[in-house]
């Protein structure tokens, strides 16, 4: 395994999804929004294990396609050489931090975190914020008309429902 790859791992999604909800439900111990464990007989649970399992299964695919296919990681030290329009990036953008999203929801659900719900939303919006404003340029500047043609056929968050398919 890549160096840049372990590092991206530990950095980005490691920080985002383990250190800071981690930090956060450390810090909330002994208060009223102190997390508790959801039991398999609550709707939570379930929900949360879906969620966790649809968002690292997610995770994972995505990654993969972005060294094997993108030839890099998604990271600014080491990013991909060519852009990747397979698998769930033909239907969405941004299925790595959708994948992100639904971690972080699992999480919450699970352990009926409210500091780990407010947490999502801070993503999120920092997110929503983000790509627009920083990603998407540098990867219209990286890839030019290729990108930007599938920044028309391929919306940011909303999945396309038939993959789209570079002509």
């Excluded at 600014?76 to 941004?94: C, E, F, I, M, Q």
């Excluded at 959708?98 to 971690?103: D, K, M, Q, R, V």
């Amino acid at each position: 395994m890549r160096l840049s790859l372990i590092r991206s791992i530990i950095l980005l999604p490691g920080m985002a999804l383990v250190i800071i909800p981690g930090l956060l439900l450390w810090l909330s111990r002994g208060t009223a929004s102190a997390p508790r464990l959801a039991h398999p007989s609550e709707p939570q649970f379930w929900l949360g294990w879906l969620s966790l399992v649809l968002g690292i299964t997610l995770a994972v695919w995505t990654s993969h396609l972005q060294l094997s296919m993108g030839q890099g990681t998604p990271t600014p030290w080491d990013p991909t050489k060519k852009l990747v329009v397979a698998g769930p990036y033909s239907h969405v953008r941004n299925p790595m931090i959708t994948g992100a999203f639904l971690i972080l929801l699992g999480e919450a659900n699970l352990l009926h975190s409210w500091t780990t719900a407010a947490w999502l939303g801070v993503f999120l919006v920092s997110n929503l914020i983000y790509l627009p404003l920083v990603e998407e340029k540098e990867l219209e500047e990286r890839f030019g008309g290729e990108y930007r043609d599938y920044k028309e056929h391929v919306p940011r968050w909303i999945p396309r429902l038939r993959p789209w398919q570079k002509h």
